[in-house]
């Protein structure tokens, strides 16, 4: 089995290690930091991935069996602008962190005079009222779903965040988004090691409430997202501007369009398979320290060696995610090439020195199949090891350390990283976005003035904004050949 939070140390050393010049220097020439034989050169407000685009197979996982820990998977490729991480992605949060806000944009279509909105009935419910009767609201989504279909043209009122009643007309047909065109990356960078055990499940969009707009079609007939129709985003804020999917605020206890998961399956959700899988996926605890029996809104605080994974609320159903593993609680992911996370936290020194990742916090996005079969665990159990995506975003690589690094991460010898960080914050939250742009074959990750809200629509300039930082320490992506 594989340590993936000690094996995520290693890589990280590896890359520090590689990325800095022959005789141990930085890329302007000057001599690096060492730490805990890491490498470190200058403090960065933004990096981006440029050229992020190619092709490349992983293996999907198609069976797991808890009896024997034996499972069965089969070629899947990929490729195009950002693959494979323009598929269903997973955000992860360890702490110590205090995670304040959340939210997930993809940019709207047609015109930007008419507004359409798919109806949620999730929309605007807060706190734990929000998650109430879980069970039930699976089969209110799977019922509403076919009843906006059967709506499509129809009339519709809603009220938004600040208010404000709009009219609009419904739109949502459920159809399947284009294909993007596939093009080739130039590396530039040395690549990084793999840092994470993995899992699977092909993420196949479904009729029920799946987010993202664009849904590339990998380079295979059983593509991600041919089991089932990709349906256009929840909201449309029309050509030109980018509206807000799903919403976490910890000062009020809204979260909205999001589910709070972690890997404690076996205890009040979940399972647990002793001496094969271990623990599956769970709904986390408000305070991210156990399992819970149904979704609870994190309280916004996640103690050391503890995880939190957020993911749509939309749930899995009838194989619309693709296999996922027996027993476990499985939700989409945040879908597509056009994308943009924005979030407010913080990562105070906790000076913890016991447990896997004592004062280590970090925030990384893997493959959603990954944590929906076996984050931790039997590495043939998981689609990480053969390149199915991981990109850490702030990542703590030892204990007490002040610098939170990046990195790109397909398999051993592929991907990138960067010698150059970003300072952790350890007194005051940061603002801070990511932005995925398949137009521009870029993954952007930038530092945002104190004074960015996360308003229901923002603008195509605003996150043009977050994209186009001067001083962007840049990496071109490996591929692996």
Known sequence: MLNHMRYSIVAGAVIAASITGAAGQCPDGSAPQVIDQMSYCQAVQAVTYQKF???????????????????????????????????????????PLVLKQFAVYTPGTGSSKKRSVRPSIRDRRHGHQQFHEHSKEIREIQNHAEEVKRQV????????????????TNEYGGS?????????????????????AASSSAPAPAESEQMGTVTPVAASSASP?????????????????????AYYSSDDGTADGVVFLNNMGGGASGVFNMGTFG??????????????????VLNGTIPDNNEIIIMTSTPCVNGNCGY??????????????????????????????????PDMPAVWMLNAQIPRTLQYGYADCSCWTTGCGELDLFEVLSMGNTYATTTLHFTSGSGGGTPNYFSRPTSNTIKAAV?????????????????QTFDSVLSSSTIEG??????ASTITPVYPS
């Open 53 to 95: 685009s190619g092709a490349g197979t992983y293996n999907q996982i198609t069976n797991m069996d808890p009896e024997t820990g034996a499972c069965e998977s089969t070629p899947f490729a990929f490729s195009g602008p950002l693959t494979p991480l323009d598929e269903e992605v997973s955000m992860h949060f360890r702490g």
């Open 466 to 471: 977050f994209c186009n930082s001067g001083n």
């Open 225 to 245: 997202s041919s089991a089932a129709p990709s349906a256009v985003a929840s909201v449309n804020a029309g050509s030109g501007n980018w509206a807000r999917q």
């Open 435 to 451: 932005v995925f742009t398949g137009d521009t074959q870029t993954a952007n990750i930038q530092i945002l003035d104190d004074s």
């Open 153 to 168: 043209g129809a009339l519709v009122t809603a009220t938004e965040p600040d208010g404000t009643v709009i009219t609009f």
């Open 176 to 196: 399947a988004a284009a294909t993007p065109a596939a093009t080739t990356s130039t590396a530039t960078v040395v690549p990084a090691a793999p840092s994470l």
């Open 324 to 357: 996922t593993r027996p027993g476990t609680v499985p939700y989409h992911g945040f879908d597509g090439a056009q994308k943009a996370f924005l979030m407010e936290f913080s990562m105070p020194m906790s000076g913890c020195t016991t447990g896997a990742a």
């Open 279 to 296: 623990n599956s996926l769970s709904y986390a605890s408000s305070d991210a320290t156990s399992s819970a029996a149904s979704p609870q």
